[in-house]
């Protein structure tokens, strides 16, 4: 969700890691670095990739993994910075959400299906109120009967033309 310069990505990022015992964060990138640093010579083509960025490891390489502890608190298994499924969205992250909406003059959805209510639920508070709602996205949404615009489109097309659109009109006197 987008409110000015600031925006929410809803279902976090999985450009950070957390650790689920102390609550540190750390890059992503860094996590590699400290995993490939642990794990040389680690056969990584050996795993089958899942579209969803996952990998399939044959028993003999998850046994051959050596995992890297939290650099805080030295035990601590770190996971993706995102809300998986069954997971809940953080209470403040919510409210935050609802906050934006009722002060929007309009919403923008951008790469989401909709389909779960963790998501949704800005939708239908934003119909209720009144607010126009725009969503890009590949593909039919849940809110796609809510948008009074939907661009059936994917973001790596779309964006860049927005952007481009954005900087020439902030250029104009």
Known sequence: MCHGAFWIELHGSLRTVVCLDCGARCSRRELGRRLRAANVGFDLL??????????????????????????????????PEVVFFGETVPRDTVARCFEWVD????????????????????IIR??????????????????????TVKLDA????????????????????
């Open 103 to 122: 002060a929007a003059r309009s919403l923008l959805v951008l790469g989401s299906s909709l389909t779960v209510m963790s998501s949704y639920r800005f």
């Open 126 to 147: 934003a119909r209720k109120l009144g607010i126009p709602i725009a969503i890009v996205n590949r593909g039919p949404t849940r809110g796609d009967t809510d948008a």
């Open 46 to 79: 050996a795993a089958q990739s899942a579209p969803d960025g996952d990998a399939v490891l044959p028993e003999r390489l998850i046994e051959q993994f050596t995992v890297v502890p939290c650099r805080r608190c030295g035990d601590g298994t770190v996971k």
């Open 154 to 173: 994917g973001l790596g097309d779309v964006l860049p033309l927005v952007v481009d659109r954005l900087r020439s009109t902030q250029r104009a006197p």
